[in-house]
């Protein structure tokens, strides 16, 4: 991810915002966040990013994540890259493994962002 990228992602999650059912979302927030949302709309990386924030212990190794899909191994490496650079998951190296984890600030600004009133609100 670009600095200018991150800088971006930070400011969105720490700047942001209510719930989108309470105001409009400010433009510059938009922005930072919209490519978020674009990358879980697929069902891949939506199910890898469950699979990581799910994990027991906080972070699960990319060994355990490739052979629950029936894909390549570099097709993995490059939607694991993409929810890097939207910044919803962290990685390290260990070794020859790469080890994944959830950016929790990130997930709870998404959820806050979607946050939708009580059933019974009018």
């Known amino acids: 991810m670009s600095k ?4 971006r992602l930070d400011l ?6 209510a719930p989108l059912t309470q105001r409009p979302v ?5 922005q930072a966040l919209a490519p978020a949302f674009k990358a879980l709309g ?3 990386r939506l199910q890898l990013l469950s699979m990581i924030a799910s994990a ?6 990319v060994c355990d994540l ?7 191994g570099p097709t993995i490496s490059h939607h694991l890259k993409v929810l890097r650079d939207t910044g919803l998951v962290d990685a390290e190296r260990r070794g020859t493994w790469v ?9 709870r600004q998404l959820a806050v962002l979607l946050a939708a009133p009580p059933a019974d609100a009018p």
């Open 99 to 107: 080890w994944y984890r959830a950016r929790p600030a990130m997930l």
């Open 66 to 72: 490739t052979p629950a899909f029936d894909l390549t």
């Open 12 to 17: 969105a999650v720490t700047t942001c915002c």
């Open 42 to 44: 697929d069902p891949v």
């Open 4 to 7: 200018q990228a991150a800088l």
């Open 26 to 30: 400010p433009p510059e927030t938009a």
């Open 56 to 61: 027991e212990g906080g972070e699960i190794c």
